[in-house]
C-alpha cells in the first residue's frame, strides 16, 4: 500500500491520551533514530480528519480499534532543526480500556517498540516537558475546549 504524504504547510500531529482502569497512562516508545517514551499517535495525512489520523494511528500502532473523545489540547511547536517545519498536535482524551483490549495490543514494531502502563508521576518523568502536564488532568471532568470537525456529505 502506498504510505499518503502529509499535507503543504504546517504538518498537523495527533495523539491520544489512553489510561486503564487503575487510571495508569498508555505510553509508546518510538523506534527510529531519536527513540523516546510519548502518547499513542502520528501524522495527519492529506485530507483527512485530525480524529480519524488519531483512530488510524491507534489502530497501525497498538492494533485496537478505539473511540477518539474530546480535546484535550493543542499545541503549536516551533521547528528547531534545519529544514524541519513548525507543527501543530492535537492531544485528544482516548477510552479509560479495560484488560481485555490490554491483552489485544498488538505493537507495530516498525513505529513502537514497547509500552508501559505509567501512572501520572512516573509519565511526567519520561515524557517530553510539554507533553507531560497532560497526564495529570482529570479526563474524567468536563472541559473547556470544544472540537467540532465538519465533513461534507458525499453523493
Known amino acids: 500500500m502506498k504510505t499518503p504524504h502529509p499535507a503543504p504547510g504546517q504538518p498537523i500531529l495527533v495523539r491520544v491520551v489512553i489510561t486503564d482502569e487503575d487510571h495508569h497512562v498508555l505510553l509508546v516508545r518510538t523506534t527510529g533514530s531519536r527513540s523516546r517514551w510519548g502518547l499513542p499517535g502520528g501524522i495527519v495525512h492529506l485530507n483527512e480528519s485530525p480524529r480519524t489520523a488519531a483512530r488510524r494511528e ?12 474530546d480535546l484535550l489540547a493543542t499545541e503549536w511547536t516551533q521547528a528547531h532543526t534545519p529544514g524541519r517545519r513548525a507543527r501543530i498536535t492535537l492531544t485528544f482524551i482516548g477510552p479509560r480500556i479495560t484488560r481485555e483490549d490490554i491483552d489485544r495490543i498488538v505493537l507495530q514494531a516498525s513505529e513502537v517498540d514497547a509500552l508501559e502502563w505509567a501512572d501520572p508521576t512516573r509519565a511526567t518523568t519520561v515524557l517530553h516537558p510539554s507533553i507531560a502536564p497532560l497526564v495529570g488532568v482529570p479526563l474524567d471532568m468536563p472541559l473547556n475546549t470544544r472540537y467540532h470537525e465538519t465533513i461534507p456529505e458525499t453523493s
Not at 58 to 69: A, M, S
Open 58 to 69: 491507534i489502530r497501525e500502532e497498538l492494533g485496537l480499534d478505539i473511540t477518539v473523545g
